[in-house]
């Protein structure tokens, strides 16, 4: 998926990162790296770059794009964020894409990682849209149960949590929007295993009038990406 992905937020991301002038940096830590799309970009504005997931195989992928992008990150650590969370390390940039297992109750823990002055990045998805399957959505409301979606909320709620705890916050979005094919027989495999019995001939009926006889449709989507960054107050450092 992330080869796949045709939209410039990478690049997009590090404007906003050095134009706010977050990098960059000295200790830079890509938190819950996953296959790593972030981690070349860190790379190149960190002095020295730590990557920590929780899953093995993430972090092989993450090396391996960053040494195809001729970096590499000074350490690597496989640990669960509880457990990370305990270390003695400071960084002077804490970043984090969706990253789903830090929730607003996590700021202090994140503000004793953060070396004096520094900033933690938050980015998450906050809304996308999808022409064709956004009907499907509508027409069988049994469906949002088996599909994340995606709002502004969780972004809002650090936002809310940071004013209270007197973290100063600086706030962009990414807002892209774009085609993409779909295919009938996939959403014909995906899609009515998951319906009622009841909804099966309306579910038949709907895709046979988005696709005729034809095999693919070109989909209009949209996706934002909410990005914040932190800094949290002197008291709530580790000294």
Known sequence: MQQADRLPLVPDMAHWLLTEKILPAGRVLDLGSGSGRFSPMLARHAQTLTLMDISAQMLQYAQQALQAAGQHAQTVIRAPWTEFAQRDQQYEVIFAHMAPFLTPADMPRLARLLAPAG??????????????????????????????????????????????????????????????EIDRDYLTEELPPLLSAAHQQAFQALIDRLFGATATQVTQKTLTVGVTAFTPPAADRRS
């Open 119 to 180: 900033t933690f990045v938050l980015s998450r998805v906050s809304g996308r849209t999808d022409l064709i399957f956004d009907q499907f959505i509508r027409a069988f409301p049994e469906l949002k149960a088996h599909y994340v979606s995606e709002t502004e909320q969780p972004l809002a709620q650090w936002q809310q949590k940071s004013r209270q705890a007197g973290w100063a916050q600086r706030q962009t979005s990414f807002n892209y929007q774009y085609t993409e």
